[in-house]
């Protein structure tokens, strides 16, 4: 059997294969509520075979949104939707995660679709911003308000309360989303992080408030299911976090009960310079889960059957999340079950489509 197509099992939750879809924003939720095309969305990946989906950024609370169109689940009234989508996954043979997020000073802009310029708080889409110093994203963005003791702990009691919702909701997996140059990213990179508190200095100050987070979102997912934790590996500037500190990190997550770094890279400073190509990113996957001899998963333009194969087959990462070519495809898994010569079950509704 081709690796990828082989199980995995973390915990008490087995993976039929390690096909997984990124999680990536649809901007098309409402006060944050899912919608049918949420639905629709991630459902038809499930149908398409990929042995987990992770949900998109959703939002702790209303002001950790990266645009107003973002799914939140600060309150109980999103849970009934978000059930249906994790019931009807299951129902494909697929599990499903969620991505738990905070924008920081990345939050209240505008979707992709209407410019994606930050909007001012005054705005009626748009709200004051938070991060761990009072350095706004780009130039011409307002200023985020530094978190003082009083907001860090609420920050702390969303992340449980997000947990909890998770829990009822009934997913897989919970993800904590410290990637990208969201809040979490804000605290640990020196670049964004100018504080003189516990919270600020040393690299141990820094990784301080993800640690805590890790401890009390473990605590209240338990033991059962998987943790996952996506971090930015490298920000891709000189003077910046990078991966021996994303090594060192994924050390300490290991010892609270991560059980995969979902690695990444870059989000926190704009307009650098990043050497796109096909697995870009796999190179730091493969650091992490050598030295901090942790689980990952590898993401980054990996278009094909035969990257795939390979990245697994030469032990640089556990598992294989698709973006943009999850987008473009949602059968993804069923074509390249056939470029590797795998048998694979297609849902009985379309066997009409490969009995010739």
Known sequence: MNKLFTPLKI??????????????????AKDGL??????????????????FIMQEATAISPE????????????DKHLSKLKEIVNYCHAQNALIGIQ???????????????????ISPDHPNGWQTFSASEIPFKENDHSPIALDKKGIEKVKNDFVS????????????????A?????????????SNKRTDEYGGSFENRIRLLLEITQLVKAEWGEEKPLFVRISATDWHEKGWNIEDSIKLSKHLKELGVDLID?????????VKIPLKPGYQ?????????????????????????????ILNTDKADFIFYGREALRNPYLPLRFANQLNQKENWPHQYKWAVME
């Open 64 to 75: 950790g949104r990266i645009t107003y169109k973002d799914l939140g689940i600060w309150e």
């Open 162 to 177: 997000a947990t909890k919702r998770a829990k009822k909701a009934g997913y897989d997996v919970v993800e904590i989303h």
């Open 263 to 271: 690695t990444s890279t870059g989000g926190n400073i704009s307009g």
């Open 179 to 191: 990637a990208h140059g969201y809040l979490l990213h804000q605290f640990y990179s020196p670049l």
């Open 11 to 28: 915990r008490n939750t087995t993976f039929k294969n390690r096909m997984g879809v990124s999680p990536m924003c649809m901007y098309s």
């Open 100 to 118: 738990l997020a905070h924008a920081g000073r990345k939050a209240s802009c505008k979707p992709p679709f209407e410019g994606r310029d930050q």
């Open 34 to 51: 899912a919608t049918d095309f949420h639905l629709t969305h991630l459902g038809s990946r499930a149908v398409g075979g990929f042995g």
């Open 282 to 310: 796999v190179e730091f996957a493969e650091k992490i889960k050598t030295n901090a001899n942790i689980m990952t998963g590898a993401v980054g333009l990996i278009r094909t059957a035969e990257l795939s194969e390979k």
